[in-house]
């Protein structure tokens, strides 16, 4: 008995979030460890994407410890709005959705269409003080 094509596009779709996760969470724990100072940010990103549990801890405990060296770059910044939206939206779409398979892919990708945006302006917000990107903070 074959599958419905239903069936594959959910597990495509669902595949392709896993994906951007780990490649945009590696990437991102790999930057971040790095300009925190740790020798072993290879380990941290590579953690990330072979078994996460670990990632997960540099991300509570370790990260926590050690001051930034300098500012995120911007392509830091992406790098975690994508890792973090990705997460998210797995979450609430597999969660929200019925078992019928073009529901949980439609709404993993409804979930992470709107999540980019709102992940990235929390993040302006949280370094700014504000959602616009050209004002100074006063004092």
Same mark, same amino acid.
């Given at each position: 008995m074959s599958q419905s &094509?239903?069936?594959d596009l959910n597990y495509y779709a669902l595949l392709v979030m896993f994906f951007i996760t780990w490649i945009s969470g590696g990437y991102w724990l790999y930057v971040d460890s790095k300009t925190r100072g740790s020798s072993y /940010?290879?380990?941290w990103a590579l953690s990330w994407i072979l078994?996460? &549990?670990i990632g997960v801890c540099y991300l509570i405990r370790i990260r926590q410890?050690?001051?930034r060296q300098h500012p995120p770059s911007r392509r830091e910044?992406? /790098?975690a709005v994508i890792?973090?939206?990705s997460i998210l939206a797995?979450?609430?779409g597999v969660s929200l959705s019925s078992s019928v398979s073009i529901s949980q892919a439609g709404t993993v990708i409804i979930c992470f269409g709107i999540l980019i945006p709102t992940m990235y302006y929390i993040l302006?917000?949280?370094e700014n003080g504000s959602i616009s990107q050209g004002t100074e903070k006063s004092d």
């Open positions: &094509p239903l069936v /940010s290879v380990f078994f996460w &549990p410890e050690h001051n910044n992406i /790098s890792a973090g939206s797995t979450a609430i302006l917000y949280r």
